[in-house]
């Protein structure tokens, strides 16, 4: 079964401070996902990594997939408010169209 | 349409009821999901569709949870003999063939006495 542990589970911070969370597995995935919701909605999808080493920036947020895809970090530099929500990463498995998620990283940034 | 729209948003039942679930993907996506997400937790898959036909159903949790695409566009959930620990969030997310980037509806929100 393949699973994906994030950390931390929940993450209290003030505004204008950095974070990391992070997506690990013991499973090597095709791709790797990040997304963000708010309460009351569903994901919005932030970012697709399909490479082992890949980085990719949007904003102030980092997105780095590990050397052997099993694992990703998601770096936020400067957290505002705006960024409060429950940030979920996703993989898919080699050789087929299901993505399983993780449990998510709740985040609060306190102006 | 110009989202995934999912009615109702809001299901409240009773235990042992039977309850339907929709969703209207976006046109032209021909790869659905579903998803269930209990409060603290992520989407926990159901089934994936690829046109009308069930490519994976492994994530049911049993048989009383069904789920059709009769003409590969809108998608129904069906659950029989509702229990409290159906209560939860159902998500529906589609996308375009190969369907690398999915995108959600709001959800169901089920909620069994």
């Known amino acids: 079964t393949q699973l994906l542990e994030q950390s931390p589970q929940f993450l209290s911070i003030q505004e204008g401070e950095n974070l990391t969370v992070y997506c690990n597995s013991s499973s090597v995935f095709s791709s790797l996902q990040w997304y963000r919701q708010e309460p009351g909605e569903g994901p919005v999808l932030l970012v697709t990594v399909v490479t082992g080493g890949e980085v990719k920036k949007l904003k102030r947020l980092t997105f780095q997939f590990g050397d052997a895809r099993k694992d990703s970090s998601l770096h936020i530099t400067a957290a505002q408010p705006g960024d409060t929500g429950l940030y979920l990463c996703a993989g898919r498995n080699t050789g087929g169209f299901k993505t399983i998620f993780g449990a998510g990283t709740r985040l609060f940034v306190k102006a | 349409g110009a989202g995934v729209s999912q009615t109702p948003s809001n299901k409240v039942t009773e235990k042992g009821k039977y309850v339907e679930l929709r969703c209207d993907p976006i046109?032209?996506?021909?790869?659905l999901y579903w998803y269930r997400q209990s409060l603290g937790q992520g989407p926990e898959f159901l089934i994936y569709?690829?046109?009308?036909?069930?490519?994976?159903d492994s994530g049911l949790p049993n048989d009383r949870f069904f789920a059709v695409r009769p003409e590969g566009s809108v998608s129904t959930l069906k659950i029989q003999r509702t229990e409290r620990g159906d209560s939860a969030v159902y998500l529906c997310a589609t996308g375009s063939s190969g369907a690398n980037v999915l995108t959600f509806g709001a959800g169901s929100r089920l909620t069994v006495l």
């Open positions: 046109s032209g996506h021909t790869a």
């Open positions: 569709f690829q046109g009308t036909g069930a490519a994976d």
